[in-house]
């Protein structure tokens, strides 16, 4: 098959081995996850590209520990998965952000082991950091979906986890918004370096930001095939090699002649 | 100025004050054209409520009501809310409690009445129980669906952020369900409201809802009944509106749809 592993010169941060995951639903067996073996490196952005519904997120909730598998293992530094860890913090799908706090109460909400000072040195520093500087005393409500979501990134960073787990973060933004959003995140992961795992079932998004698109199949979901992308940032998206590689995909999960 | 936009500001008083004004003429001549020498006209009203200010009877009695919501409609916040939230978080204990209180639930508060005076005796204390009585169920029903009704999302939020259970319960579940809590407390309020009066005319020998009985029986009073009555809705009401208020808090204006 192909490249499952981390790339080599990248320490192994979490590895999924041998996972199926199977749902008992009024007595009908479905079964989700089947068979998934991969390694992600550690400071690396890998997308799982897949069509709606095909277990993707799935895998996510399990790497998360919302879930846990019914055969195989997952382990995050050599540590099986069992629970939710502050590590490794999920950014919802839909808004997570919760909307009884302000901006400055979501970032805050992981800080309270902090004295009040270190608080809202990281508050000021995550807040500016997804350029939300004068909305701290904001309620969600009042905010658009592409500043809830960067409160939502902020409130996860301000943690300081190792990785980040995004189930299709920017799927419910508008298409501009959508595009300086994935700017954002880069800019974000080349300055802290954490491993980012992102779901997501548009092709450009995962071939504009990851470094590895693993590509899904429908239910139960299986990796097809593990794609490196291997063009620097920032990416020219009409370079020939993006498109060599992004039709490349659109071939794999077989809509490149039904367009 | 189309159908869709807001009614102009005079508008939103003088349409309320026309129907006021309306039915009160409505009233006056209903008095006058059937000659009843028993139902009171409205200014009759207007002097019993002047005559009953006068004495200094209906502030007593006023004080004497909100004091027995206070405590009754206190005691079941302190007591239905804790409750509510714990049966909510553990679907496991609501499902044994839950037949016994979808029994209890939709019983009158007056049924009640004897069983509160075998109790408590004649006096406040059975005036207080049955307001309790009547406010706790809707509070323990809004907190438990309250909780229950929390997103997922918010749940899984919390948990990856490592709260322990009493933490997810004050810092998510609680903040997630206040809004349906509120309006839990509101509907309790006002069946407070109802009930007191109720229990006053049984119970104890004050409050409006005593006005109310004994105008009736002291010579038939009824200019003085309706006042009381009247003055049972005005209370009635500025007690829903003041708890309204709370529903605009910031941090609970999200979970009520926006108005206007």
Same mark, same amino acid.
């Given at each position: 098959m192909q490249a499952i592993s981390a790339p080599a010169a990248l320490k192994t941060k979490l590895a999924v081995d041998h996972v199926s995951m199977v749902f008992d639903r009024d007595g009908k067996r479905t079964e989700v996850l089947s068979n998934i073996d991969l390694e992600v490196g550690d400071g690396e952005f890998v997308c799982l590209l897949g069509p709606s519904g095909c277990g993707k997120t799935t895998l996510l909730n399990a790497m998360a520990g919302f879930?846990?598998?019914?055969?195989? %293992?997952?382990? *995050?530094?050599?540590?099986?998965?069992?629970? #939710?860890?502050?590590? +490794?913090?999920?950014? $919802?799908? %839909? +808004?997570? *952000?919760?909307?009884?706090?302000?901006?400055?109460?979501?970032?805050? $909400?992981?800080l309270t082991k902090l004295t009040r000072a270190e608080r809202d040195r990281r508050i000021a520093h995550y807040v500016k950091m997804v350029g939300l500087q004068g909305f701290e005393k904001t309620? #969600?409500?009042?905010?658009?979906?592409?500043?809830?979501?960067?409160?939502?990134?902020?409130?996860?960073?301000?943690?300081? #986890?190792?990785?980040?787990?995004?189930?299709? #973060? $920017?799927?419910?933004?508008?298409?501009?918004?959508?595009?300086?959003?994935?700017? %954002?995140?880069?800019?974000?992961w080349e300055a802290e370096r954490k491993t980012i795992i992102f779901?997501?079932?548009?092709?450009? %998004?995962?071939?504009?930001?990851?470094?590895?698109? *693993? *590509?899904?199949?429908? +239910?139960?979901?299986?990796?097809?095939?593990?794609?490196?992308?291997d063009i620097p940032h920032p990416r020219d998206i009409s370079s020939p090699r993006y498109l060599e590689l992004r039709d490349g995909i659109f071939q794999q999960i077989g809509l490149a002649h039904k367009l | 100025m189309n159908a869709l936009s807001q009614p102009a500001r005079w508008e939103r008083f003088f349409w309320p004050i026309l129907a006021t004004a309306l039915l009160l003429a409505l009233w006056y001549y209903s008095v006058r054209w059937t000659g009843t020498k028993v139902f009171p006209s409205p200014l009759e009203v207007e002097r019993g409520l002047a005559e009953l200010v006068r004495h200094h009877v209906l502030w007593w009695d006023i004080l004497d009501s909100l004091r027995r919501v206070a405590i009754g409609f206190g005691a079941a916040v302190l007591i239905g809310v804790p409750l509510g939230l714990t049966l909510g978080w553990y679907p496991?204990?609501?499902?044994? =409690?839950?037949? =016994?209180?979808?029994?209890?639930?939709?019983?009158?508060? @007056?049924?009640? @009445?004897? =069983?509160? @005076? @075998?109790?408590? /005796?004649? /006096?406040?204390?059975?005036?207080?129980?049955l307001i309790f009585l009547g406010a706790f169920f809707p509070i323990v029903v809004a907190c438990i669906n309250g909780v229950a009704n929390v997103s997922s999302v918010y749940r899984r939020a919390g948990r990856n952020f490592g709260l322990t259970p009493p933490q997810l319960l004050a810092r998510v579940l609680f903040p997630a369900a206040l809004p349906q809590i509120l309006v839990g407390l509101r509907i309790a309020l006002g069946i407070a409201w109802l009930v007191v009066v109720a229990a006053e005319m049984i119970a104890v020998d004050s409050g409006l809802g005593f006005l109310v009985i004994d105008s009736r029986n002291s010579g038939k009073r009824y200019d003085l009944v309706v006042a009381a009555i009247l003055m049972i809705g005005v209370i009635g009401l500025i007690l829903d509106v003041a708890f309204r208020r709370l529903e605009k808090l910031r941090s609970v204006r999200w979970g009520f749809r926006l108005e206007s």
């Open positions: 879930l846990s598998p019914t055969t195989g %293992e997952i382990r *995050v530094d050599g540590e099986m998965v069992r629970k #939710p860890d502050p590590r +490794r913090i999920f950014v $919802f799908q %839909e +808004r997570g *952000v919760f909307p009884w706090l302000t901006v400055e109460g979501n970032i805050g $909400f992981g309620y #969600p409500q009042e905010l658009s979906g592409g500043m809830k979501q960067r409160a939502e990134v902020a409130r996860a960073l301000a943690v300081n #986890p190792d990785m980040l787990l995004l189930d299709e #973060p $920017f799927g419910a933004l508008d298409s501009i918004t959508r595009l300086i959003m994935r700017g %954002e995140l880069l800019r974000i779901v997501t079932h548009d092709i450009d %998004e995962a071939v504009q930001l990851a470094d590895r698109v *693993v *590509v899904m199949s429908a +239910r139960p979901a299986t990796i097809q095939r593990i794609v490196n992308i | 496991a204990a609501n499902q044994v =409690v839950n037949p =016994v209180m979808q029994i209890l639930r939709p019983i009158s508060p @007056i049924a009640w @009445i004897p =069983v509160a @005076i @075998i109790f408590f /005796g004649v /006096g406040d204390d059975a005036a207080i129980f």
